[in-house]
Protein backbone atom coordinates (compact mmCIF):
# COMPACT_ATOMS: atom_id res chain seq x y z
CA UNK A 1 0.00 0.00 0.00
CA UNK A 2 0.95 3.92 0.33
CA UNK A 3 0.91 6.00 2.93
CA UNK A 4 -0.51 9.24 3.47
CA UNK A 5 0.36 11.41 6.13
CA UNK A 6 0.09 15.20 6.70
CA UNK A 7 -2.94 17.98 6.59
CA UNK A 8 -3.91 16.63 3.39
CA UNK A 9 -4.50 12.74 4.94
CA UNK A 10 -7.91 14.39 6.67
CA UNK A 11 -9.16 15.94 3.24
CA UNK A 12 -11.59 12.87 1.92
CA UNK A 13 -11.37 14.32 -1.73
CA UNK A 14 -7.84 14.54 -2.37
CA UNK A 15 -7.79 10.78 -0.23
CA UNK A 16 -10.39 9.17 -2.98
CA UNK A 17 -8.37 11.15 -5.85
CA UNK A 18 -5.30 9.51 -4.75
CA UNK A 19 -6.44 6.61 -4.40
CA UNK A 20 -8.45 6.54 -7.54
CA UNK A 21 -4.89 7.28 -9.26
CA UNK A 22 -3.12 4.67 -7.41
CA UNK A 23 -2.36 0.75 -8.08
CA UNK A 24 -2.27 0.13 -4.78
CA UNK A 25 -4.68 0.51 -1.92
CA UNK A 26 -3.55 3.62 0.09
CA UNK A 27 -3.39 4.26 3.51
CA UNK A 28 -3.99 6.47 6.71
CA UNK A 29 -0.38 6.31 8.24
CA UNK A 30 -1.11 5.75 12.26
CA UNK A 31 2.60 6.76 13.91
CA UNK A 32 1.44 6.23 17.13
CA UNK A 33 0.41 2.23 16.32
CA UNK A 34 3.59 1.05 18.01
CA UNK A 35 4.54 3.23 20.67
CA UNK A 36 2.61 3.04 24.03
CA UNK A 37 1.03 6.17 25.15
CA UNK A 38 -2.49 7.19 26.88
CA UNK A 39 -3.97 10.55 25.20
CA UNK A 40 -6.02 11.95 27.98
CA UNK A 41 -9.21 11.67 29.32
CA UNK A 42 -12.08 11.67 26.45
CA UNK A 43 -9.67 12.15 23.75
CA UNK A 44 -8.62 9.00 22.22
CA UNK A 45 -10.65 9.83 18.89
CA UNK A 46 -9.47 13.30 18.51
CA UNK A 47 -6.05 11.42 19.19
CA UNK A 48 -6.69 8.66 16.60
CA UNK A 49 -7.92 11.08 14.11
CA UNK A 50 -4.92 13.90 13.96
CA UNK A 51 -1.92 11.09 14.16
CA UNK A 52 -1.87 11.21 10.60
CA UNK A 53 -0.41 14.95 11.00
CA UNK A 54 2.26 13.84 13.86
CA UNK A 55 3.74 11.62 11.92
CA UNK A 56 6.76 13.91 10.99
CA UNK A 57 7.01 15.14 14.85
CA UNK A 58 6.81 11.15 15.71
CA UNK A 59 9.91 10.40 13.21
CA UNK A 60 11.81 12.94 15.14
CA UNK A 61 10.79 12.64 18.76
CA UNK A 62 11.70 8.84 17.91
CA UNK A 63 15.13 9.39 16.92
CA UNK A 64 18.56 8.92 19.12
CA UNK A 65 21.65 11.27 19.25
CA UNK A 66 23.50 10.07 16.58
CA UNK A 67 20.64 9.75 14.09
CA UNK A 68 21.51 13.47 12.13
Do not use: K
Not at 38 to 64: C, D, F, H, K
Request: charged share 20%.
Amino acid sequence: GVYLCGDLSRDNEFSQAIENSLPAPLLRLEPFRSLIYEPPEGEVQTANQIAPQLATAAGLAMRSGGDC
